[in-house]
T-cell receptor, first 116, second 116 residues
Framework: AQKITQTQPGMFVQEKEAVTLDCTYD???????LFWYKQPSSGEMIFLIY??????QNATEGRYSLNFQKARKSANLVISASQLGDSAMYFC?????????????FGAGTQVVVTP | ETGVTQTPRHLVMGMTNKKSLKCEQH?????MYWYKQSAKKPLELMFV???????ENNSVPSRFSPECPNSSHLFLHLHTLQPEDSALYLC??????FGTGGYEQYFGPGTRLTVT
């Protein structure tokens, strides 16, 4: 069963606006990590941000922030002040403690297109 | 060289050919991964190595054969592939397998494989 769900296959956003990418996850573990990656058209996956299940504060990295709602099992990515270079595919991923060898599970991704 | 490198970046091969994909990480990481990324599908984990030992073979056909001679190098040997094997093959590394604190994966640029 798919453990990471990204319901938005594609989004358009205007330059300088904020955009929220949805991610919900399914786990019975108490300890897990949530990750967001960006994949430009060049193909390379770029790590953006990490949130641990025990972290009480939402993670932030520059223009990226993670809206972590544990009870709802959601980990939405917020990109503030979008730039043209933000156009890419964005993937949400999870790593569960119970999965002892550390398999990362990825969602299907959201294609973001930033327009001038 | 820094990060994770992959060669070749593009590969076209016939169904009867034998070829190899190479991945090298310069991060001092202990774990390495092979992923397959097909169009419109989530990333599929193929193989996981920890300290040169394979810890997972995720139901991958035997026409894909991994090799990890040391913690910095990972190969994927290909033989008698099928057209449906055409995809982007991504290599990744992480500090270790265990724990959820960070341990994000760093990806290479991928090899775009086309099987004719």
């Amino acid at each position: 069963a798919q453990k990471i769900t990204q319901t938005q296959p594609g989004m358009f956003v205007q330059e300088k606006e904020a955009v929220t990418l949805d991610c919900t996850y399914d786990t019975s573990d108490q300890s897990y990590g949530l990750f967001w990656y960006k994949q430009p058209s060049s193909g390379e996956m770029i790590f953006l941000i990490y949130q641990g299940s025990y972290d009480e504060q939402n993670a932030t990295e520059g223009r990226y922030s993670l809206n972590f709602q544990k009870a709802r099992k959601s980990a939405n990515l917020v990109i503030s002040a979008s730039q043209l270079g933000d156009s890419a595919m964005y993937f949400c991923a999870m790593r569960e403690q119970g999965d002892s060898w550390g398999k990362f599970q990825f969602g299907a991704g959201t294609q973001v297109v930033v327009t001038p | 060289e820094t990060g994770v490198t992959q060669t070749p970046r593009h590969l076209v091969m016939g169904m009867t050919n034998k070829k190899s994909l190479k991945c090298e990480q310069h991060l001092g990481h202990n774990a390495m991964y092979w992923y397959k990324q097909s169009a419109k599908k989530p990333l599929e984990l193929m193989f996981v190595y920890s300290l040169e030992e394979r810890v997972e073979n995720n139901s991958v056909p035997s026409r894909f054969s991994p090799e990890c001679p040391n913690s910095s190098h990972l190969f994927l040997h290909l033989h008698t592939l099928q057209p449906e094997d055409s995809a982007l093959y991504l290599c990744a590394s992480s500090q270790d397998l265990f724990g959820t604190g960070g341990y994000e994966q760093y990806f290479g640029p991928g090899t775009r494989l086309t099987v004719t």
